[in-house]
């Protein structure tokens, strides 16, 4: 994997306009040249994730820094984590194209995993889902049996779909990343979620606006080109910004 400060720019500004779903799988790709967003978007959430996590580490360290808001008095709390203590499961390998079994009660069902795919119909007909809570699992229900015989998805009821849910969540545990907090204002406890789409992509935003101010400056003080700045190594960048600012 080798990206360069350049082309996570180019990338960064190119996917400026688009959803997070979408941007992320652009990165993907940039990482995986021999894959298509399409076929990117065919991973399932917790395989995409373990990918991104991965892509962190390589870009940016595996120091995790966040905060959260304790859901009881509203206190900030600052957590940090070492993103290796994270992955639960393996870098997924080409093609991707798992189907998984569950039996209950001469019920066989045949399902997939939810992928990126799944999450773009969800933003983009928001009200279907929002009507109908059980249709991003029923999505990823490919068949169904009782006694052998073929049975519609919207026939199962909900306990049945319920621990659907449970079994798919231990099939991608990546998906579902928790972090046990502390509140140190009212002692309360709660496990918030991490979501490394919205992380990473804050840290690039960050990170994009910074090397972009020192382009500025680099330019505007020695009158270099923007790619001749980007071409230098972060350490040289830092130095000369610290030397106009002395």
Not at 204 to 225: C, K
Request: some cysteine.
């Amino acid at each position: 994997m080798q990206i360069t400060p350049a082309g996570l720019l180019q990338l960064w500004e190119t996917g400026s306009e688009q959803t997070l779903i979408e941007k992320t799988l652009l990165l993907l790709a940039k990482t995986s040249p021999a894959e298509t967003p399409g076929t990117l978007a065919m991973l399932s959430i917790g395989e995409r994730d373990e990918m991104l996590l991965t892509l962190r580490e390589y870009l940016f360290g595996t120091k995790l820094l966040n905060t959260a808001a304790c859901p009881y008095c509203s206190n900030m709390v600052e957590w940090e984590i070492n993103s290796s203590d994270l992955h639960l499961q393996p870098v997924p390998s080409f093609p991707v194209n798992n189907y998984f079994g569950f039996v209950k009660n001469d019920v066989e069902i045949k399902y997939r995993l939810p992928n990126s795919n799944d999450l773009l119909k969800v933003t983009q007909s928001a009200d279907a889902y929002l009507l109908n809570p059980e249709k991003l699992l029923t999505d990823c229900i490919v068949d169904v049996r009782y006694n052998n015989k073929a049975l519609g998805a919207e026939a199962l009821d909900k306990d049945l779909l319920r621990e659907l849910d449970l079994q798919i969540s231990k099939d991608d545990p990546q998906a579902d990343i928790g972090m046990l907090l502390n509140c140190p204002a009212c002692l309360n406890k709660w496990e918030a979620k991490f979501d490394i789409v919205t992380y990473l992509w804050t840290e690039i935003d960050i990170w994009a606006t910074h090397l972009l101010h020192e382009v500025y400056l680099l330019a505007s003080s020695f009158g270099w080109s923007e790619k001749d700045i980007l071409n230098m190594s972060e350490q040289r960048r830092k130095l000369y910004v610290k030397l106009i600012q002395a």
